[in-house]
């Protein structure tokens, strides 16, 4: 807002005349003054007041409050003062009344001067003409000619200037509302009549539409739209017309290239005063469009992939309850999509009241973190490998829980069969060293046999066969030994397993088919309970790791360490050997399938891989420290047997 | 004068019948349950042939055959290998070795005396 820089000074000059002519009045009105005192104390504070002004700031002489407030004590003190001056009271009253309604109604400050003037001069010549201005007081009433001069020029002042602020202000503020309405983002069209012409618009009109503001404003609104949509366009304004106002979505507005924008329009009827006004809003839908094209894509190819998904997914609410699922899960089910959706997974799926034990959704609706775990359900025939993954809001609260279910039937048939296999090449690795064990007795005997039936002395025949006998029983040990392990093929069911026996019998086979006299194995056995697996299994965790141990001191000798403790909730197996070790680059692929560091033909490369599978399978863990030429250590742990389980 | 044959096995009833049979076919026999003392006894006496285990403690065959191959007073010595292996792998190795004949455990008399009349000719 534009301030009047000298309004402090003008208000202050103008002051200090009222000030002279009130004094004057006051005290030149030849000894009528009815109370002294008073009027000394007036012109006193009158004079105080104007002189506090001069040290206020400027800009409280632009504040519309204190500006009112000053006029209404400067009406106050120059009204007592005339008071004050008793006489004159009865008429000067009304002449100073008259002023201020002149001031009031004054617009313009010139005029106002002339009608001041024109005023005083009626009122001196009135005076005149009563022949006031001769007579013994005639010096009081001369004085009420300037009086009236000036205070109308006070007055006058003081409203023109708040007449000019109020119109500066009107002026700014409909600067303001144009430049609204010319730089709104949305386009906006002012008719004055729903079928009329176009009376303005703005400059988003014109560049969504390429013509220019002229050539719109010639153009009835109608023919604006694309001709195919004029019906439609026409019952729109209809409805605008007979409701004032509408709105209405995806009509399409012709450009000026003769391409067409997809818009939607809102019309509201606008009265001013006695005209009324309809105001256009168009909203430009192209971007809208592209977007909503993008997200029915993406939403598309989402959709595309969740059913693609040849394994069971659904979308779940914390509750369980199925919000969405994919095809294969319709299929497996032999349900219905819609009878699927709102039923609780457990219902739907296995029909069961309560969520099934061990889920991996009921953890992560707990803890808001993905999970997993093979289910082997009796309502199944078969294994699921089921993972729930968290899908959170911005608040990080669960929304809802993808559940996705893999049917890992087929791969562990197979990764038994592999179990299987790898037994059968570890009984071929280990019959070679069989067949050694046994072709020695078995030379003894037929040698011995020979010798005895070309023996003429039969009583030497008694000490052949004494040899023959001893020979035939050791084959007869070696034959038990491979049946412990012959049932390590066979697959059996979980029963409790004792490791310690196992361990016990697993190093005696491998000591049939490896004979190693330069190894030293110390046996360090705690009592440790049993564990719940295939004992079969575990006879092969052990011999696959003690035939490894045997392998890694060949030539070399040193200590083969097994040993056993009890922990708190976990059983511990070492197998310590002080071979070649292992090298540090490939330490982290040795329970890798078919990685092997050994010849083609000693060894599949499934051997520690086997081994995994099987620990892992029990929730067991199984790691290696390694040192090149100085030994390996594998450490094996299995949870403990939960009582009564 | 008859042929002194050495025989080493750590198995005390192969060398028990072997000895049975070399002495019946009259030649004569020593006996080693081992490859140190095989190496021992072929220092301190010459022998007309060696019949030698593989698989052995303290020293295995190869080993003895090693040792037997590289001498230059006993190279010429017919070396006989028997073993518990029958694989290719390890007949080829034996031959390979500087083996003479090669025998894989179980085998019969025929079998020796074939090996024998392989190494002394005719006799």
Redesign the interface.
Same mark, same amino acid.
Do not use: A, Q, R, Y
């Given at each position: 807002m534009k301030k009047d820089p000298n309004r402090k000074k003008v208000i202050l000059l103008l002051r200090w005349t009222a000030i002279i002519v009130t004094s004057y009045l006051i005290f030149f009105s030849k000894g009528r003054v009815t109370d002294l005192h008073l009027s000394h104390l007036l012109i006193f504070g009158y004079i105080f007041s104007n002189l506090l002004l001069t040290f206020l700031p400027k800009t409280w002489f632009s504040n519309p409050k204190f500006f009112f407030f000053l006029v209404l004590i400067d009406t106050g003190i120059v009204s007592f003062g005339l008071y004050l001056s008793e006489k004159m009271a009865t008429d000067f009253f009304i002449v100073f009344f008259l002023i201020i309604i002149f001031a009031s109604m004054g617009r313009n400050f010139k005029l106002l001067m002339v009608i001041g003037g024109l005023t005083a001069f009626i009122y001196g010549a009135l005076l005149y003409s009563w022949g006031l201005l001769i007579s013994a007081e005639s010096s009081s009433y001369v004085l009420r000619i300037p009086f009236i001069f000036i205070m109308t020029a006070f007055y006058g002042y003081i409203v023109q200037t708040l007449t000019q602020e109020k119109h500066q202000e009107l002026t700014i503020s409909e600067d303001k509302y144009r430049g609204l309405f010319e730089n709104a983002n949305e386009g906006i069209i002012i008719l004055r009549n729903p079928r009329g012409q176009i009376a303005d618009v703005n400059r988003e009109v014109e560049r969504a539409s390429g013509y220019a503001k002229e050539e719109l404003l010639q153009n009835e609104f109608l023919d604006l739209f694309a001709p195919e949509e004029i019906e439609k366009t026409r019952d729109y304004l209809k409805e605008v017309a007979e409701k004032g106002g509408a709105r209405a979505d995806y009509l399409s507005l012709k450009k000026k290239d003769g391409t067409f924008m997809e818009v939607d329009l809102s019309i509201k009827r606008i009265d001013l005063g006695d005209e009324s006004f309809y105001q256009v809003i168009i909203r430009d839908l192209t971007n809208q469009r592209k977007l909503e094209k993008r997200i029915r894509e993406s939403k598309r190819n989402l959709e595309a992939i969740f059913d693609g998904i040849g394994d069971q997914l659904s979308l779940q609410a914390p509750n369980y309850e199925i919000l969405r699922v994919n095809k294969a899960v319709i299929k497996n089910c032999q349900r219905t999509y819609q009878e699927l959706i709102g039923k609780k997974c457990y219902e739907a799926y296995y029909q069961r009241s309560l969520p099934c034990e061990r889920c991996p959704v009921s953890v992560t609706i707990e803890t808001k973190q993905p999970a997993s775990s093979i289910m082997k359900l009796p309502e199944i025939n078969g294994a699921l490998q089921i993972f729930s993954y968290p899908i959170l809001d911005e608040k990080e609260n669960l929304n809802s829980v993808i559940e996705y279910v893999k049917d890992i039937t087929e791969e562990q048939r197979l990764q038994e069969q592999l179990i299987q296999s790898e037994k059968l090449a570890g009984i071929g690795i280990l019959a070679?060293g069989i067949?050694? /064990?046994i072709?020695?007795?078995?030379?003894?005997?037929?040698?011995?046999a /020979?010798?005895a039936l070309?023996e003429e002395d039969v009583s030497k025949n008694k000490d052949y066969l004494g040899?023959i006998l001893?020979?035939a029983q050791r084959i007869g040990e070696i034959v038990k030994g491979l049946k412990s392990y012959s049932r390590a093929a066979k697959r059996e069911d979980l029963s409790p397993v004792n490791l310690n026996e196992v361990l016990e019998e697993s190093l005696k086979m491998v000591q049939l088919a490896i004979?190693k006299?330069t190894v030293e194995v110390i046996k360090n056995f705690q009592p440790i309970g049993k564990i719940r697996a295939n004992a079969g299994e575990i006879q092969q965790v052990f011999i696959n790791l003690i035939t490894n141990a045997f392998q890694a001191m060949d030539g070399k000798g040193g200590k083969l360490v097994l040993s056993t403790r009890s922990l708190r909730d976990l059983v511990e197996v070492k197998v310590i050997d002080e071979g070649m070790g292992i090298p540090q680059k490939c330490i982290n692929q040795i329970f890798d399938p078919f990685f092997t560091t050994k010849k083609p033909g000693e060894g599949t490369g499934l051997g520690l891989n086997i081994v995994y599978r099987i620990i892992t399978k029990y929730e067991g863990t199984i790691t290696v420290e390694s040192k090149e030429n100085m030994g390996t250590t594998f450490t094996i742990q299995f949870p403990k047997r939960r009582e009564g389980s | 004068m008859s042929k002194k044959i050495l025989v080493v096995d750590d198995e005390e009833v192969i060398r028990k019948f072997l000895g049975i049979q070399l002495a019946k076919l009259g030649y004569e026999v020593k006996e080693a349950v081992d490859g140190e003392q095989a190496m021992e006894q072929l220092r301190k006496d010459a022998f007309d042939l060696l019949i030698c285990d593989i698989a052995m403690p303290k020293k295995d065959g190869w080993e003895v055959i090693k040792e037997v191959k590289s001498d230059p007073k006993m190279k010429e010595m017919p070396v006989i290998v028997l073993t518990a292996k029958n694989e290719d792998s390890d007949m080829f190795k034996g031959y390979d070795e500087g083996a003479n004949y090669y025998m894989t455990k179980p085998f019969t008399k025929d079998q020796l005396l074939y090996g024998l009349k392989m190494m002394f000719g005719e006799n």
């Open positions: 070679s067949t050694h /064990e072709n020695n007795p078995l030379t003894g005997i037929i040698g011995m /020979e010798v070309e040899d001893n020979c004979k006299d | -």
